[in-house]
């Protein structure tokens, strides 16, 4: 009963995750000359993956209250770093 109970709390938790980052949406350049611009953001991570950096650019770009962002500079190595501009 107790794993069953764990497992739906974890279930819930990640779907609300999801919601809240399922909002912001990336965008290409065609897409985001039809929206306004308000910013940018950058994110550096250590030895991640392109999915991580994508999730850590929403996460961002949520924070700041934009509904969508666009990649415009991205370098991969050891060290990935990616600037996205922002878009209400």
Known sequence: MKTK???AAMSL???MAFG???AVQQVN???AQNLQSMGTISVS???SSPMDMRAALA?????KGASAYRVIEA???DNW???AELYK
């Open 59 to 63: 996460e961002k770009a949520d924070q």
């Open 29 to 31: 350049a065609q897409d």
């Open 45 to 47: 991570q250590n030895a």
């Open 20 to 22: 809240a980052n399922a």
């Open 75 to 77: 370098r991969s190595g």
């Open 5 to 7: 109970l764990t497992l």
């Open 81 to 83: 770093h990616a600037t």
């Open 13 to 15: 938790a990640s779907l």
